[in-house]
């Protein structure tokens, strides 16, 4: 059975190629001076008819996975997430609410969505949408991806926006626990459904974390990006700043097919432990300048990179963050009023629908993009 297969696949590559290299149409042959004598194109040609074949290619696996089927299950903060998706995409996107109780004890009472009258979950591809905001509702929700998996579900995708553990990755004191080391493992063994669970996160803050999956977990790491540019084109924004260079390296690229100019800011550091954010790149005089970052916590970098921005003679400057962590309504001091009211608009996802569902959006410089 194996040999045949291998057979059938070499058929199969062979018929291809033959296609490719002989059909009077193929892209990669020319007519000779005799009908039927071709010539293989120059290299040049052929290797833009290659990126044109890998375009084809490429289009037909996204309409393959465009066609996929989900079944949502999704965790209370995230239920209207998961209702916007079906209301989108009803041929994709079948969302079954969850029931998320509790006992009298406090222990978990939870009924899974889409079992009842009837089973629609086993054999389909299942999208769980998953928000890690406390340790509470993380152990529920592991706790649900572990049934799903036991559930004779055809795969797992675990949607999870913003990984919360994402900068506890190393410890300088012995018996600090490392977080996203621990979180790392409890993905790592969940049970398998015949293929890995995908794990899906955007923008995590230290990319490294991605290796530290294995076994029945694969990350999958997303970026929100474009979300930004798709509303920069209506904002007026000409020049993209970064308050350090880490998030120039990891952000930088996705901005150069734009007409903007690209800014890089820094801490250096000055008498005794104090320390100040200087330009040490680009010239923002005269521009609207968004200031690009990961996350925000209580955004004491990102203040005092729009303060040096406008002190070099920005016209206006903005924030974008992917995830608005703003713990203890840090973002308060942001806002109309706030101490820190430096911003013109500051952009974030709902990434952390907790934080976000509370921000006010009417006579607010905040902005939700909304990931759906």
Not at 86 to 110: H, L, M, V, Y
Not at 299 to 313: D, N, Q, S
Request: with cysteine.
């Amino acid at each position: 059975l194996i040999k045949g297969a291998l057979s059938l696949v070499i058929l199969f590559q062979s018929n291809c190629l033959a296609f490719l290299v002989l059909h009077p149409k193929s892209p990669l042959l020319r007519r000779g001076s005799s009908p039927l004598e071709f010539k293989l194109a120059s290299s040049s040609n052929t290797n833009e008819n290659m990126e044109d074949v890998n375009g084809i290619m490429w289009k037909q696996h996204s309409r393959k996975r465009q066609s996929m089927q989900y079944r949502i299950i999704a965790a209370k903060e995230c239920e209207d997430m998961g209702r916007k998706m079906q209301e989108a995409d009803p041929d994709r996107f079948s969302f079954f609410e969850t029931q998320w109780g509790k006992f009298p004890d406090g222990t978990d009472n939870i009924e899974i969505g889409g079992f009842l009258p009837h089973n629609n979950l086993s054999g389909e591809n299942v999208l769980f949408l998953a928000s890690f905001h406390n340790n509470d509702v993380t152990l529920s929700q592991f706790q649900v991806m572990i049934c799903l998996l036991q559930s004779f579900i055809e795969s797992l995708t675990v949607v999870l926006p913003y990984y919360p553990v994402g900068t506890m990755e190393r410890v300088t004191k012995e018996g600090t626990v490392a977080t996203a080391a621990t979180y790392a493992h409890m993905f790592s063994s969940l049970p398998s459904c015949g293929r890995p669970t995908r794990l899906m996160v955007y923008d995590l803050h230290t990319l490294q974390n991605r290796f530290y999956l294995h076994g029945n977990a694969v990350a999958s790491l997303q970026t929100a990006i474009p979300l930004l540019k798709e509303r920069l084109k209506s904002s007026g924004i000409d020049c993209v700043a970064f308050p350090d260079d880490g998030a120039a390296k990891r952000f930088s690229t996705l901005f150069y097919d734009m007409d903007v100019e690209i800014v890089v800011c820094g801490k250096t550091r000055g008498e005794g432990d104090t320390r100040s954010v200087v330009i040490q790149d680009g010239n923002p005089e005269g521009r609207n300048v968004v200031i690009v970052d990961d996350l925000v916590q209580t955004g004491g970098t990102l203040y005092e990179c729009g303060k040096t921005l406008k002190a070099a003679g920005a016209e206006s400057v903005s924030a974008y963050v992917s995830h608005a962590v703003f713990p203890k309504e840090s973002w308060k001091r942001f806002d109309v009023g706030g101490d820190r009211a430096v911003f013109e608009k500051f952009w974030i996802t709902n990434s952390i629908p907790t934080v976000t569902n509370t921000l006010p959006i009417k006579d607010s410089i905040f902005e939700v993009l909304d990931l759906k």
